[in-house]
């Protein structure tokens, strides 16, 4: 069975570039996660969506991240514009809409600002 | 705020040799916990996960052990192998109270550092 997909795997681009990110989560899990690692501030989540609506955007450190999910198989986290300090690892992971459902994670996108 | 955090942040053991990977919680309203493994250049793979009514779940080769009273979760590991080198998380579940639909938040530790030396 297919994992979580993301795309691409890395990404390097200038700062003040507008960088997008793609998920396709597991095919009939209706929550979906999207989270940021550096080796700084380890896993921290940035967003997350039930039923492809936004529940907690708590995570989103400021109005150049954006996230949507247009429909249960994708979504995108978008970083405009982008800025040196954004460069980590994003994961996205996805889980069945209930208490105690592991989250499944993607391989992550590298994304380097320079 | 709470925070799931780790004792020991590298652990090195010998090939055959059993590990346990430590893990302390402060939220006490945490009612389910997951074990994850990461290997380089890959994402947090699940490994083993225990809720709050259980002390003790067992898996292939791990076994997960829970002590509420202390807050203390640990992810025990037989016959350790150099395949197991990978660094670990816990993570705990945080309900979301707000959307009442059973989803939830996990919050993650640092990570502690398993090196398997052959």
């Known amino acids: 069975d297919a994992g979580v997909i993301q795309s691409p795997r890395h990404e390097v681009t200038e700062m003040g570039q507008e960088v997008t990110l793609r998920c396709k989560p597991i095919?009939?899990?209706?929550?979906l996660f999207w989270y940021r690692q550096t080796m700084m501030r380890g896993l921290e989540l940035l967003i997350y969506f039930n039923n492809n609506v936004p529940i907690d955007d708590s995570g989103m450190p400021e109005d150049r991240f954006s996230a949507k999910m247009p429909n249960a198989s994708f979504s995108t986290l978008k970083i405009q514009p982008s800025e040196p300090r954004d460069s980590a690892v994003y994961f996205c992971?996805?889980?069945?809409?209930?208490?105690?459902?592991?989250?499944?994670f993607g391989d992550g996108t590298r994304l380097s600002i320079l | 705020g709470e925070s799931v955090g780790l004792h020991l942040p590298t652990l090195s053991v010998q090939e055959g040799d059993n590990s346990i990977i430590n893990c302390a919680y402060s939220n006490s309203a945490s009612d389910y916990f997951i074990w994850y493994k990461q290997e380089s250049g890959k994402g947090p793979q699940f490994i083993i996960d225990i809720r709050s009514n259980m002390d003790k779940r067992q898996g292939q080769r791990v076994t997960v052990l829970l002590n509420k009273t202390v807050k203390h979760l640990s992810l025990q590991i037989a016959a350790t192998q150099p395949g197991d080198s990978a660094v670990y998380f816990c993570a705990e579940n945080m309900a979301d109270l707000y959307s009442g639909a059973g989803s939830y938040q996990l919050t993650f530790g640092k990570g502690t550092k398993l090196s398997v030396i052959p």
């Open positions: 992971a996805s889980s069945l809409k209930s208490s105690n459902q592991p989250q499944h």
């Open positions: 095919s009939g899990h209706n929550s």
